[in-house]
């Protein structure tokens, strides 16, 4: 069952992220990442991570796509012109990126032979775990990302408003 | 086997950062970039996710959330930033905003 459900959504995700690189329009790039972003929601749910689960869809699929979906269609952005691009690019990029995949898959293979995951193994990932982690251990970083969304938020105003005369 | 390996949830992940990183490489319009980005983000979010279920430890859960929330700060940074690029230029390629360039 776990294996299946994995499978599935490994799939969808793959897919999903496949299309967000090889769409030429950018709304369908941006849906097609609300597909990889929910189906990586339900693989936190097989690794016990509620809470995350629910901030991916909250916080990734619903706030910050939704974001780029209102700016994609401010800008009225077309399909893109592909351009004509250095040699180098054409002949090395994708076999040195497949080469970085085999490398990063070997290792891990190597790494992590025989552990497994089974849902309901971990249960600490609940709001209360999360919360209480949250405001002893990492209260201090907590704080300091009030700061960066304060920042970030008068950044955001600084650099969209209007100039004025 | 009724059981998911480990490794296979880290591969995916792997799997999700290398189209991440083609996105960001092979990609011309500047939304899509930054995209690819989001995409890179998430795959590095699943492995964090993974290595706290493999220590039973919720500090992984913490770094996702933490990259969470420094993501979506980056978005509406870098989406401004876009919006700027745009009104003073008129154009989403990035091979067009090259003043820096020399």
Known sequence: ?165 | MAEVPVSWFLTLSAVLFVLGVSGFLFRRNIITVFMSIELMLNAVNLTFITFAYQLKQVNGHLFAFFVMVVAAAEATVGLAIILTVFKNRSTLNIDDVNSMKN
Do not use: W
């Open chain 1, 1 to 165: 069952m776990d294996v299946i459900l994995f499978l599935v959504f490994a799939i969808i995700a793959v897919v999903c992220a496949i299309n967000v690189v090889v769409q030429s329009h950018p709304i369908s790039s941006a849906v097609s990442l609300i597909g990889v972003m929910g189906s990586l929601a339900i693989l936190y749910l097989l690794l016990g991570a509620e809470f995350i689960a629910a901030a991916q869809v909250i916080v990734y699929a619903g706030a910050v796509m939704v974001l780029f979906i209102f700016v994609i269609m401010l800008l009225n952005a077309g399909t893109e012109v592909r351009k004509g691009r250095s040699l180098m690019v054409q002949v090395l990029g994708v076999p040195l990126l497949i080469a970085l995949l085999g490398v990063l898959a070997f290792f891990v293979q190597r790494l992590y032979p025989r552990s497994t995951v089974h849902f309901g193994g971990f249960r600490g990932g609940s709001a209360l775990a999360i919360g209480r982690a949250l405001f002893t251990t990492y209260l201090l970083p907590f704080e300091i990302t009030s700061i960066l969304i304060l920042i970030a938020i008068l950044g955001a105003i600084v650099l969209a408003r209007k100039e004025l005369e």
